[in-house]
Nanobody
Framework: QMQVVESGGGSVQAGGSLRLSCAAV????????MAWFRQAPGKEREGVAA???????TYADSVKGRFAVSKDNARPALFLQMNSLKPEDTAIYYC?????????????????????????WGQGTQVTVSS
């Protein structure tokens, strides 16, 4: 059973930077699609950034130009470089993983920033941005 572990969260002032890391432990397959999600208090969970199995990236409009996502297929691991952080970026950040063989499920439809399209999720890491 694979486990997903996030790290790198913390507290930072507005305008600062943080780098999140996600490691998939106990992986079995050759390639994975991976993504970052976040949930702020009292708000719905939202997709932040994703690296699809073919290496293509997708970003939420709210983080374009400020965040950069990258994936290391060898481990596998996922990273999120967050720059120019804003108080509205405060949230618990979650990493999600799905093996390429299961990507899209029976219908073959995959949405990189949809939580339910992944099979494994981490416990989350807190990011707090103060003004």
């Amino acid at each position: 059973q694979m486990q997903v572990v996030e790290s790198g969260g913390g507290s930072v002032q507005a305008g600062g930077s943080l780098r999140l890391s996600c490691a998939a432990v106990g992986y079995t397959y050759k390639n994975y699609c991976m993504a970052w999600f976040r949930q702020a208090p009292g708000k719905e969970r939202e997709g932040v950034a994703a690296v699809d199995c073919d290496g293509s990236t997708t970003y939420a409009d709210s983080v374009k130009g400020r965040f950069a996502v990258s994936k290391d297929n060898a481990r596998p691991a996922l990273f999120l470089q967050m720059n120019s952080l804003k108080p509205e970026d405060t949230a618990i950040y979650y990493c999600a993983v799905v093996a390429e063989i299961f990507r899209g499920g029976p219908e073959g439809v995959f949405n990189p920033l949809v939580w339910e399209d992944y099979d494994y999720w981490g416990q989350g890491t807190q990011v707090t941005v103060s003004s």
